[in-house]
C-alpha cells in the first residue's frame, strides 16, 4: 500500500499489520496532509510534554512553584493550533492548553519563564502562575486560574467584533473577517453555570464561539458521569437549538485536524457556536500537588498510557511507514535540547524588580483623579434635574459621541423589538427606574440592549468587550443580586491589567442602584455593601449624592480607563433637595475629591450616599445650640480623600462617619484606622460612627427605621462628640 502526501514522495505503507490505521490514512488523503504536517504534529506533541516535563524539574529544584501540565491534551491542540490563526482568531484557553499556545507561536522559553516568574514571561510578567496563558501579540487573552469564567468573556470578545465589524469605523480596534473566537475547558469546568449562560447567550446571538471540552475523564478526582447528565457532555447538548457540536478522538491529531478543518469551514461562513467533545487522556495527575495513583487503578492508568497521544501517534506514524524509528528519535532528541537549552536560558533572567509590585493596577495613561477631569460646568436652565435625570442625559450625551460604547442589562433598552418605537401606544421601557429611558433611540444600532436575566452574564460579556476595545457601561438591576456577577466583579475585572503587567486591559462602569430608606424594601432591595469592592484592588468606587456630581463623576467614569463601580442611592433618584442645573456635555469631577457641603470648626462629618442629607439635617439642629459642623462627602470611596479628612481635622478635631453599610467592617472603620495612623494627634475626641445596625432590612416600616441610620442618629452622635 503506498500513500502520497503533498510535496513528498510517495510512503511506503505496511498493510499487514496496520489495517486498522485506514481510517486515520484516509483522513490524512481527505485533507492532504504532508509529510511536513505529520511532523510538525509531532513536533509540537514532543515539545509540549518535554516543557511539562521541564516545568516538573524546576518545580523539583525549587525554580518553579507550581505545575499543572496539558499531558494528555497535545492531540486536539495542536490540531486547533495547526487549523485556527494567531493574531487573527482569538483565543481564551485554559490551563492545559500549553500545545494549542505552542502551535501558535508561544515559546517553551516564556513558559519556563513564567513557571519561575521571571521577567521573561510575556504572559503575565511575573504575576501569574504557570499554565496561565496570555499573549497580546498572538490574540490569546491573558486567563486567570477561575475555571467557567471565560465563557461569557469569549461572548464578549465575539460581539465586540460583530460591533467593530458592523460600525467599520477609522481608528478603532481591528477586527479580522470571518474571525474565530476560541474557548476551552476540561469536563468538570462543564459543571459552572456560567458555562451554560455562555453556551445560550452564543446561540441565541449566533455568535462565533468555539467551545472546547476536553474531556479527560476526570475533574482532579471527580469522575465525569458526576458532573454531567448521561457522562457525556455532547449527549447532554444534543438538542441545544443553535448550537452545532462535533466529537473526536483528541489523542489523534489527525482525527482531531480533520475535524477542526470541518468546524473551521462552518464557522467562517458564519453559522454561529460550535462545541467540541474531544475525548483525551490525563496520563498525569491533576497537578503536582496531586497523586492521581490514590483513586485511580493500575489499569486505568496503564490504558491511559496506550492511549496518550505522546506514545500512540510515533507509533502510528513508525508502524505505517510514513516515519521512520529515526526520524521520530531525531525530532525527540531535537526537542529534548531545545527545551533543556530554554531551561537553562529562562534560569538565567531576572525577576521583576521589587519596585514595580504595584505596575499596571491602573492606568499608567489616563488618570481619573488628575486635572485632566476638573472641567468647569456652565449651567443653563433651572435646578430641577433629579440625580435619575442627571444620569440619562449624561448616558444619552457620551453615547451620542462614542460608538464603542454599549449599555445593556435586565430591562435597560426601551424595547427589544426596536420597530416598536413606530408604535405611539408605546413608551418603552428603559430600566425598571427608568434611568436608561431613550437612550437606544439616541444611539446606533446595535449599541444599547437587552441581556438575560443573569448578572455573572452581564459583567463577563462586558468584560470581553473591554479586552477588544469597547466601552461597555452596564447595569446591575439591583445592587442586592450583585453577588452572582462577583467572581467576574473581583477576579476577573479587578485583575486583568494587573495580571497581564499590563497587556489586557478592562476599562468599563458598572453602574449598581443601592441602598434603602424605601418603604417595602425589605431584605433583598435595600442592601448596600460598597466595602466589599472597596476591599478589591483595581476596581474605582463611585457614590454620588446628588444630581451635579452624578453628571460629573459619571463622565470622568465613561472617559477613564479603569473598570469603574458606579453605585447610584435609589432613595435619591428623584429627591427635590439634590437637584441641579445643567452644567453642560463636557463637566467632568475627578476621582479621590471630596466635596466640602459646608464648613465648620467644631467637628467634622464624613458621609456620602443618602447619609449626606441627614448629615446636613442633623448640623442643622446642633448648630441651634451654638456649634458649627463641617461636612465632607466623599463622592467616590476608591480612591477616597484623606487628605480632605485631613485637612479638616486640623480645623476640628473632632471626626463623625456616616454610612448606611453595616457598622461592622463597613468602610467608616477604615477610615477610623487611617485617621488614627495619621492624624491621631489631631483629635480631642474618639472617632464615632453612625451606620447600620448589623442586621438584615426589615420590611416592617418601623423595623427599617430603627435598622437604617436615621438624622436622629446623626444628630446624637454628634452632640456626644461636641461634648466630649
Given at each position: 500500500m503506498?500513500?502520497?502526501?503533498?510535496?513528498?514522495?510517495a510512503?511506503e505503507v505496511?498493510?499487514?499489520?496496520?489495517?486498522?490505521y485506514?481510517?486515520k490514512?484516509?483522513?490524512i488523503r481527505?485533507n492532504?496532509?504532508?509529510?511536513a504536517?505529520?511532523?510538525w504534529?509531532?513536533?509540537n506533541i514532543?515539545?509540549?510534554?518535554?516543557?511539562?516535563d521541564a516545568?516538573?524539574t524546576?518545580?523539583k529544584q525549587?525554580?518553579?512553584?507550581f505545575?499543572i501540565s496539558?499531558a494528555?491534551h497535545e492531540?486536539?491542540?495542536s490540531?486547533?493550533?495547526?487549523?485556527?490563526?494567531?493574531?487573527?482568531?482569538?483565543?481564551?484557553?485554559y490551563?492545559?492548553?500549553?500545545a494549542l499556545?505552542l502551535?501558535?507561536?508561544?515559546?517553551p522559553?516564556?513558559?519556563?519563564?513564567?513557571?519561575?516568574?521571571?521577567?521573561?514571561?510575556t504572559?503575565?510578567?511575573?504575576?501569574m502562575?504557570p499554565?496561565h496563558?496570555?499573549?497580546?501579540?498572538l490574540?490569546i487573552v491573558?486567563k486567570?486560574?477561575?475555571?467557567g469564567?471565560?465563557f461569557l468573556?469569549?461572548c464578549?470578545?465575539?460581539?465586540?467584533g460583530l460591533?467593530?465589524?458592523?460600525m467599520?469605523?477609522?481608528?478603532?480596534?481591528v477586527y479580522?473577517?470571518?474571525?474565530?473566537?476560541?474557548?476551552?475547558c476540561?469536563d468538570?469546568?462543564?459543571?459552572?453555570g456560567?458555562?451554560?449562560?455562555?453556551?445560550?447567550?452564543?446561540?441565541?446571538?449566533?455568535?462565533?464561539?468555539l467551545?472546547?471540552v476536553?474531556?479527560?475523564?476526570?475533574?482532579?478526582?471527580?469522575p465525569?458521569?458526576?458532573?454531567?447528565?448521561?457522562g457525556?457532555?455532547s449527549?447532554?447538548?444534543?438538542?441545544?437549538p443553535g448550537l452545532?457540536?462535533f466529537?473526536?478522538?483528541g489523542?489523534?491529531?489527525?482525527?482531531s485536524y480533520?475535524t477542526?478543518v470541518?468546524?473551521?469551514?462552518?464557522?467562517r461562513a458564519?453559522n454561529?457556536?460550535?462545541?467540541?467533545?474531544?475525548n483525551v487522556?490525563?496520563p498525569?495527575?491533576h497537578?503536582l500537588?496531586d497523586?492521581?495513583?490514590?483513586?485511580?487503578t493500575?489499569?486505568?492508568?496503564?490504558n491511559?498510557?496506550?492511549?496518550d497521544?505522546?506514545?500512540?501517534?510515533p507509533k502510528?506514524?513508525?508502524?505505517?511507514g510514513l516515519l521512520t524509528?529515526?526520524e521520530?528519535k531525531?525530532?525527540?532528541?531535537?526537542?529534548?535540547k531545545?527545551l533543556?537549552?530554554a531551561m537553562?536560558k529562562a534560569?538565567e533572567?531576572a525577576?521583576?524588580?521589587?519596585?514595580?509590585y504595584m505596575?499596571h493596577?491602573y492606568?499608567?495613561?489616563v488618570?481619573p483623579?488628575?486635572a485632566q477631569?476638573e472641567?468647569?460646568?456652565?449651567f443653563s436652565?433651572?435646578e430641577d434635574?433629579?440625580?435619575a435625570?442627571?444620569?440619562?442625559?449624561?448616558?444619552?450625551?457620551e453615547?451620542k459621541?462614542?460608538?464603542?460604547?454599549?449599555?445593556?442589562g435586565?430591562?435597560?433598552?426601551d424595547?427589544?423589538?426596536?420597530?416598536k418605537?413606530?408604535?405611539?401606544d408605546l413608551k418603552?421601557?428603559g430600566?425598571v427606574?427608568k434611568?436608561?429611558?431613550g437612550?437606544?433611540?439616541?444611539a446606533?444600532?446595535?449599541q444599547v440592549?437587552?441581556?438575560?436575566?443573569a448578572?455573572a452574564n452581564?459583567i463577563?460579556?462586558?468584560?470581553?468587550?473591554?479586552i477588544?476595545?469597547?466601552?461597555?457601561?452596564?447595569e446591575?438591576?439591583?445592587f442586592?443580586?450583585?453577588w452572582?456577577?462577583?467572581m467576574?466583579?473581583?477576579?476577573e475585572m479587578?485583575t486583568?491589567?494587573?495580571?497581564?503587567g499590563?497587556d489586557?486591559?478592562c476599562?468599563?462602569?458598572?453602574?449598581?442602584?443601592?441602598g434603602?430608606?424605601?418603604r417595602?424594601?425589605?431584605i433583598?432591595h435595600s442592601q448596600s455593601?460598597?466595602s466589599?469592592?472597596?476591599?478589591n484592588?483595581?476596581?474605582?468606587?463611585?457614590?454620588?449624592?446628588n444630581?451635579l456630581?452624578?453628571?460629573g463623576?459619571?463622565?470622568?467614569a465613561?472617559?477613564c480607563?479603569?473598570?469603574?463601580?458606579f453605585?447610584?442611592?435609589?432613595?435619591?433618584?428623584y429627591?427635590?433637595?439634590?437637584r441641579?442645573a445643567?452644567p453642560g456635555e463636557d463637566?467632568?469631577?475627578?476621582?479621590?475629591?471630596?466635596r466640602?457641603v459646608k464648613e465648620g470648626?467644631?467637628a467634622?462629618?464624613?458621609?456620602?450616599?443618602?447619609?449626606v442629607q441627614k448629615s446636613?439635617?442633623?448640623?442643622r439642629?446642633?448648630?441651634?445650640?451654638?456649634?458649627?459642623?463641617?461636612?465632607l462627602?466623599?463622592r467616590?470611596i476608591?480612591?477616597?480623600?484623606?487628605?480632605a479628612v485631613?485637612k479638616?481635622?486640623?480645623?476640628t478635631?473632632?471626626?463623625l462617619?456616616?454610612?448606611?453599610e453595616?457598622?461592622?467592617s463597613?468602610?467608616?472603620?477604615?477610615?477610623?484606622?487611617?485617621?488614627?495612623?495619621n492624624?491621631?494627634?489631631?483629635l480631642d475626641a474618639?472617632?464615632?460612627?453612625v451606620?447600620?445596625?448589623?442586621?438584615?432590612?426589615?420590611?416592617c416600616?418601623?423595623l427599617?427605621?430603627?435598622i437604617l441610620?436615621?438624622?436622629?442618629?446623626v444628630?446624637?452622635?454628634l452632640k456626644?462628640?461636641v461634648?466630649?
Amino acid at each position: 500500500m503506498r500513500i502520497n502526501t503533498p510535496g513528498t514522495k510517495a510512503t511506503e505503507v505496511n498493510s499487514k499489520s496496520n489495517a486498522k490505521y485506514d481510517q486515520k490514512l484516509e483522513l490524512i488523503r481527505k485533507n492532504k496532509i504532508s509529510k511536513a504536517d505529520l511532523l510538525w504534529f509531532l513536533k509540537n506533541i514532543f515539545v509540549s510534554r518535554k516543557t511539562d516535563d521541564a516545568e516538573i524539574t524546576m518545580k523539583k529544584q525549587s525554580k518553579a512553584f507550581f505545575q499543572i501540565s496539558g499531558a494528555g491534551h497535545e492531540g486536539i491542540l495542536s490540531a486547533v493550533a495547526k487549523v485556527l490563526k494567531p493574531k487573527h482568531d482569538y483565543f481564551i484557553p485554559y490551563y492545559r492548553d500549553r500545545a494549542l499556545c505552542l502551535g501558535l507561536g508561544v515559546t517553551p522559553f516564556e513558559m519556563l519563564c513564567q513557571a519561575n516568574g521571571n521577567t521573561g514571561d510575556t504572559a503575565s510578567h511575573g504575576r501569574m502562575m504557570p499554565a496561565h496563558w496570555g499573549n497580546v501579540k498572538l490574540n490569546i487573552v491573558n486567563k486567570s486560574s477561575c475555571t467557567g469564567t471565560q465563557f461569557l468573556q469569549a461572548c464578549g470578545v465575539a460581539e465586540a467584533g460583530l460591533h467593530l465589524k458592523k460600525m467599520k469605523l477609522k481608528d478603532t480596534p481591528v477586527y479580522n473577517d470571518h474571525e474565530i473566537v476560541y474557548t476551552s475547558c476540561g469536563d468538570g469546568t462543564i459543571a459552572q453555570g456560567e458555562f451554560w449562560e455562555g453556551l445560550t447567550t452564543a446561540c441565541v446571538n449566533k455568535l462565533p464561539v468555539l467551545f472546547m471540552v476536553e474531556d479527560n475523564g476526570y475533574a482532579i478526582s471527580t469522575p465525569v458521569w458526576l458532573n454531567t447528565p448521561g457522562g457525556s457532555i455532547s449527549k447532554a447538548l444534543a438538542n441545544f437549538p443553535g448550537l452545532k457540536i462535533f466529537t473526536c478522538d483528541g489523542n489523534c491529531p489527525i482525527d482531531s485536524y480533520n475535524t477542526m478543518v470541518e468546524i473551521e469551514k462552518y464557522m467562517r461562513a458564519g453559522n454561529g457556536p460550535v462545541l467540541v467533545h474531544a475525548n483525551v487522556t490525563r496520563p498525569y495527575s491533576h497537578s503536582l500537588s496531586d497523586d492521581h495513583s490514590y483513586y485511580r487503578t493500575k489499569d486505568d492508568l496503564d490504558n491511559e498510557a496506550t492511549l496518550d497521544v505522546f506514545n500512540s501517534y510515533p507509533k502510528f506514524l513508525t508502524e505505517t511507514g510514513l516515519l521512520t524509528t529515526d526520524e521520530v528519535k531525531a525530532v525527540l532528541d531535537e526537542v529534548t535540547k531545545e527545551l533543556r537549552d530554554a531551561m537553562t536560558k529562562a534560569l538565567e533572567m531576572a525577576w521583576p524588580d521589587k519596585s514595580t509590585y504595584m505596575d499596571h493596577l491602573y492606568s499608567p495613561d489616563v488618570d481619573p483623579t488628575s486635572a485632566q477631569f476638573e472641567t468647569a460646568a456652565n449651567f443653563s436652565g433651572k435646578e430641577d434635574i433629579p440625580l435619575a435625570t442627571a444620569i440619562n442625559m449624561t448616558l444619552k450625551s457620551e453615547i451620542k459621541k462614542n460608538p464603542l460604547m454599549m449599555v445593556f442589562g435586565e430591562d435597560v433598552a426601551d424595547f427589544t423589538e426596536v420597530e416598536k418605537y413606530e408604535n405611539p401606544d408605546l413608551k418603552g421601557k428603559g430600566g425598571v427606574f427608568k434611568v436608561t429611558h431613550g437612550v437606544q433611540k439616541v444611539a446606533q444600532p446595535g449599541q444599547v440592549f437587552n441581556s438575560p436575566l443573569a448578572e455573572a452574564n452581564i459583567i463577563g460579556r462586558a468584560i470581553g468587550m473591554a479586552i477588544r476595545g469597547l466601552k461597555p457601561v452596564v447595569e446591575i438591576q439591583f445592587f442586592d443580586y450583585i453577588w452572582t456577577a462577583y467572581m467576574q466583579l473581583k477576579n476577573e475585572m479587578a485583575t486583568t491589567r494587573y495580571r497581564s503587567g499590563g497587556d489586557f486591559k478592562c476599562p468599563m462602569v458598572i453602574r449598581v442602584p443601592i441602598g434603602g430608606y424605601l418603604r417595602g424594601g425589605a431584605i433583598y432591595h435595600s442592601q448596600s455593601g460598597e466595602s466589599l469592592f472597596t476591599h478589591n484592588p483595581g476596581i474605582r468606587v463611585v457614590y454620588p449624592s446628588n444630581a451635579l456630581d452624578a453628571i460629573g463623576l459619571l463622565r470622568t467614569a465613561i472617559r477613564c480607563d479603569d473598570p469603574v463601580l458606579f453605585l447610584e442611592h435609589k432613595h435619591l433618584y428623584y429627591q427635590g433637595y439634590n437637584r441641579s442645573a445643567d452644567p453642560g456635555e463636557d463637566f467632568m469631577i475627578p476621582f479621590g475629591k471630596a466635596r466640602v457641603v459646608k464648613e465648620g470648626k467644631d467637628a467634622t462629618i464624613v458621609c456620602w450616599g443618602a447619609l449626606v442629607q441627614k448629615s446636613v439635617e442633623a448640623a442643622r439642629e446642633l448648630e441651634k445650640e451654638g456649634y458649627s459642623i463641617e461636612i465632607l462627602d466623599a463622592r467616590t470611596i476608591a480612591p477616597f480623600d484623606f487628605e480632605a479628612v485631613k485637612k479638616s481635622l486640623s480645623k476640628t478635631h473632632r471626626l463623625l462617619v456616616c454610612h448606611e453599610e453595616h457598622k461592622t467592617s463597613g468602610y467608616a472603620g477604615e477610615i477610623a484606622a487611617w485617621v488614627n495612623e495619621n492624624c491621631f494627634e489631631m483629635l480631642d475626641a474618639p472617632i464615632l460612627r453612625v451606620c447600620s445596625k448589623d442586621v438584615h432590612v426589615a420590611y416592617c416600616p418601623d423595623l427599617e427605621e430603627e435598622i437604617l441610620p436615621q438624622t436622629s442618629d446623626v444628630l446624637t452622635a454628634l452632640k456626644k462628640l461636641v461634648q466630649y
